[in-house]
């Protein structure tokens, strides 16, 4: 588990769940070529990059689950299997627990904000101090989203805040990418307020920076011999974002090159 390396702080354990997650994503040929480029000139990595330590954390569990997943259920002892506590939200009415309403959160690029919900449960007679603090993962602070690092309160009587995040819209084509959000408490010493079991929120900023799809308006075009010039439309469909070049050339069939028409082969 990658949770479980020790003297790791909550920063590093989260590049380590931002590189698991990135290596369970479906990669496509452009995410790839893309990286190439990127690498060859030295701009930001589409993937998550671990430092050496991190690096050989991350080997050692991938392994151990390698290990883990050839052992048979039929040969575990039960009575050693380790089992998760359960932790339950405290209704008691003198401690005041706070966590996030949801674990996941998503944005659309183009969106530029995305809210997150902190509730409260039990009491509800005092101010409850906390602070927010994000995480990068595949995102990047100041070039994905902006970075927050903040304390808020609810005052007596408040079950809920709402806090804004800011999402960087550029016209950069990437895949979706994620960062984190840590919740804890202004005060540590404070006895009347505790965590609850979600403290750790992923945000996805989806991407909606699409290049789109080029295609001819129409799969046959019908002229008359006498016209002089074909007009032949090309389109661009599901996207149109940033500059694209296209490369065209004709092919005879039963007209002939020369004969029949002009040969063209050009990019626009």
């Known amino acids: 588990d990658l949770g479980q390396a020790k003297d790791l702080s909550l920063e590093e354990k989260a590049q380590l769940f931002a590189a698991k997650l990135s290596e369970n994503m479906p990669r496509s040929r452009m995410q790839y070529r893309i990286q190439g480029v990127r690498m060859l000139t030295g701009s930001k990595s589409l993937f998550p990059h671990l430092s050496g330590r991190l690096q050989e954390i991350y080997q050692q569990a991938v392994k151990q689950q390698l290990l883990d997943e050839t052992v048979s259920p039929d040969h575990e002892n039960e009575n050693q299997r380790e089992v998760s506590p359960r932790i339950n939200i405290d209704n008691d009415q003198k401690i005041a627990t706070i966590e996030f309403a949801s674990s996941n959160y998503a944005v659309l690029e183009r969106e530029q904000r995305v809210t997150v919900d902190v509730v409260r449960y039990g009491a509800t007679d005092s101010v409850v101090r906390f602070r927010l603090d994000t995480i990068d993962g595949t995102a990047t602070a100041g070039e994905d989203?902006?970075?927050?690092?903040?304390?808020?309160?609810?005052?007596?009587?408040?079950l809920e805040k709402k806090i804004t995040i800011n999402v960087i819209d550029d016209n950069q084509w990437e895949p979706d990418e994620t960062f984190f959000v840590k919740l804890s408490l202004a005060d540590e010493?404070?006895?009347?307020?505790?965590?609850?079991?979600?403290?750790i929120a992923l945000i996805t900023i989806i991407n909606d920076d699409e290049p789109g799809d080029i295609e001819f308006e129409e799969v046959i075009t019908l002229v008359k011999e006498s016209v002089g010039?074909?007009?032949?439309?090309?389109?661009?469909?599901?996207?149109?974002?940033g500059r694209v070049t296209v490369h065209y050339r004709t092919e005879d069939i039963d007209a002939t090159g020369k004969k029949d028409y002009e040969r063209k082969s050009n990019n626009c």
């Not at 989203?145 to 408040?158: D, V």
């Not at 010493?189 to 403290?199: D, M, Q, R, S, V």
């Open 145 to 158: 989203y902006i970075k927050l690092s903040e304390e808020f309160k609810m005052e007596p009587g408040e």
């Open 189 to 199: 010493a404070e006895t009347h307020i505790k965590l609850g079991t979600k403290t």
């Open 229 to 241: 010039n074909a007009e032949i439309k090309v389109v661009r469909v599901n996207g149109a974002d």
